[in-house]
């Protein structure tokens, strides 16, 4: 889940269900178009469970806390980030870390003169992470925010100075490190109503973070990139969507190739009014899985699975397994792969009665299979943002739940 940085604080499963596939306007809207929205039609049951609900802490006098995003590098060492309102109604930035037995709070620092501070993307190597996001002065200016974790303490760094084109909202949404040295995050530097931007990318290279040049699709009014999966210092890809002239949006990847960023060509499903790539996960070897939705002529909207070999993009033929009862609509928010055949995607469904329940479907290689994911006891909505599987037969994901006095708290479930 993605908030720009002076989104109005209301409850997870009201924030979701109200999410539409058009950029509407605000800074809010900038950031929520990250999300991955699906809705696919309604048949059969879940199999059994296969994940249990984990215990996560929330910060002292908060009005509601989430996760965003985890990173795993082993079975006992996993990093979460997300944000939390406090009690004076500020966004404030949030790491929780798993040692194998339990998720504690990690005390991340808050930029000098920041009104907000908000963490939407992190990845690990060993002992190191580093969490991306945004923060917006008393001025509502936003810009991106890094911090890292090193030996158990999170410190912010440096980010360069943007180009007075970038306007006043720019933030980075996701990041990939393939060693403490390689980093490589993304997102989107625009105005506040999201008519203007370009994806945004920069690297760290183990001394400061430097600025990358992204090509900008021909034709494109906006551009986004929410997400990047690297193999290397010189092998990432970054997917995302622009925002044609027609209003349209239409996916969008990049590769970096160790010197530049290239835009590859991806298709585009038949029929299709409005399409988007909210994530990725490559793997070596094999392809990159992306995610995404396109939208067609009466509104609805269906998943769609890309899949990339040795840069050429295909659109994978996927047949999509029973969903769970009652449900009125699925949405995808993240996608891990533990191998080339084993890839777990996370996010909730819709029900008849106008709330959220926690989802999660894997990829066997050949099909997208549905498993059963528990709620906390008492749970008024549920859902997943972010999921990471360091191995085929293990996987965390993160989000939040809404409790039964309606307080929206954070959430963690692991399947293994």
């Known amino acids: 889940m993605v908030l720009a940085p002076n989104c109005t604080r209301a409850s997870v499963a009201t924030r979701w269900a109200g999410l539409s596939s058009r950029l509407v306007a605000g800074a809010c809207a900038v950031a929520l178009v990250l999300v991955l929205v699906l809705w696919v039609p309604l048949a059969g049951a879940a199999v059994a469970p296969i994940w249990s609900v984990q215990a996560t802490p929330n910060p002292a006098g908060a009005q509601d806390s989430l996760l965003s995003s985890v990173s795993c590098i082993s079975l006992t060492a996993c990093s979460a980030v997300g944000h939390y309102t406090s009690g004076g109604g500020s966004g404030l930035t949030l790491a929780e870390r798993w040692n194998g037995a339990r998720w504690s709070i990690e005390r991340t620092p808050r930029p000098a003169g920041a009104s907000t501070s908000l963490l939407f993307g992190v990845s690990c190597i060993s002992r190191t992470c580093i969490a991306v996001g945004s923060t917006t002065s008393h001025a509502g200016v936003s810009v991106p925010l890094v911090e890292r974790r090193s030996g158990g303490r999170w410190t912010i760094q440096r980010t360069p100075k943007l180009p007075a084109t970038h306007d006043s909202v720019s933030y980075l ?19 506040s109503e999201g008519t203007r931007g370009a994806p945004l990318a920069e690297r760290w290279n183990g001394v400061s973070w ?11 009014t906006v551009g986004f990139l929410p997400a990047v999966s690297c193999l290397s210092a010189k092998s990432c890809i970054a997917v995302g969507f622009f925002i044609n002239h027609a209003g349209a949006g239409v996916t969008l990847a990049e590769r970096w190739d160790g010197v530049r960023w290239s835009i590859q060509r991806t298709p585009t499903p038949q029929a299709a009014t409005y399409v988007q790539l909210v994530g990725v996960s490559c793997r070596v070897p094999g392809p990159c899985m992306a995610a995404g939705f396109f939208s067609i002529v009466t509104g609805t909207e269906i998943m769609l699975a890309e899949s990339s070999q040795r840069a050429a993009w295909s659109i994978q033929h996927t047949r999509w397994p029973p969903n769970p009862p009652g449900a009125t609509g699925v949405r995808f928010t993240g996608v891990s792969c533990g191998s080339t055949r084993a890839c777990t995607a996370v996010g909730f469904f819709g029900t008849a009665a106008g709330v959220n329940d926690t989802l999660a479907e894997r990829w066997n290689g050949t099909d997208w299979v549905i498993q059963q994911t528990p709620d906390p006891a008492g749970a008024l909505s549920a859902a997943l943002a972010g999921v990471s599987c360091p191995s085929p037969a293990a996987c965390t994901a993160v989000g939040s739940v809404t409790d039964s006095t309606g307080t929206e708290v954070t959430l963690a479930e692991r399947y293994s």
């Open 210 to 220: 430097i600025l990358q040049r992204t090509p900008h699709p021909a034709g494109a």
């Open 173 to 191: 949404s996701g990041v990939s490190c393939t060693s403490p040295s390689s980093c490589t995050a993304v997102g989107y530097a625009g105005n």
